[in-house]
């Protein structure tokens, strides 16, 4: 991946995330190994054997470094004069299976949320890991930085992803509160492609990653 300070997104080993969480969260090693054996699981269960925690450091967003993180589609001018929470990212350790969930398209944002609780519940994971579906800038990150270290494009297949980011409404005359429309992204081709998507149903393309955060110290200014 290269340096650290060049990059946002830092893949790490099982025995590297254990000693994070050993050193920055004060966690045993026997929770920490146990906290990797569950994510180990799931991401078998969902046939990927790649690397499923990553350091991710603070500050990156996708209107200040997604254009240099990896390739988008037209530049993402799409985006341009979009109101959206553009949230920087935080110092912590996302654990990430690259894998749309299974059975978690034509859901609606609330239906893919109760498929976290038991997703969560299912692999016995934190509490607070399958909290939700994550964020635009955060899982931009991911999907630049695993697509960095791995060359492979994610969501596969053409589908993308719903994140829990707000969007303005792509139809102002929607009787749809447009506090439901959520912005999604994908992987195609030319790059990658972050918009609203603009209904609040489900859609048989449209899906979403499991993801679990431990947040880390912020860095000393």
């Not at 046939?47 to 988008?72: M, N, Q, W």
């Not at 909290?131 to 899982?139: M, Y």
């Not at 999604?184 to 918009?195: A, E």
Request: glycine share 10%; hydrophobic share 35%.
């Amino acid at each position: 991946m290269g340096l650290l300070e060049e990059n946002f997104v830092l893949p790490l080993s099982d025995e590297q995330a254990i000693w994070l969480l050993k050193d920055e969260k004060k966690m045993s090693r026997e929770a920490a190994e146990q906290l990797l054996s569950s994510w180990r699981k799931l991401a078998n269960d969902f046939d990927y054997k790649g690397l499923v925690a990553f350091f991710i450091r603070e500050g990156y967003t996708v209107r200040g470094h997604a254009l240099r993180s990896g390739p988008c589609v037209g530049g993402l001018a799409h985006l341009e004069g979009q109101a959206f929470l553009d949230e920087p990212t935080k110092n912590c350790i996302a654990f990430w299976v690259p894998r749309m969930v299974p059975e978690s398209t034509y859901l609606d944002i609330d239906s893919q949320r109760a498929l976290c609780t038991r997703m969560r519940e299912d692999y016995s994971l934190l509490g607070h890991h399958c909290a939700d579906l994550g964020t635009v800038t955060l899982l931009t990150a991911l999907i630049h930085g695993h697509f960095r270290c791995t060359g492979e494009v994610v969501p596969l297949n053409g589908f993308a992803i719903r994140t829990t980011t707000l969007g303005p409404s792509s139809d102002r005359e929607s009787a749809v509160a447009p506090e439901r429309y959520y912005l999604k992204i994908g992987f195609y081709s030319s790059g990658l492609f972050c918009d609203v998507y603009g209904r609040p149903e489900g859609d048989d393309r449209l899906g979403f990653f499991p993801l679990g955060i431990e947040e880390l110290p912020t860095s000393k200014k």
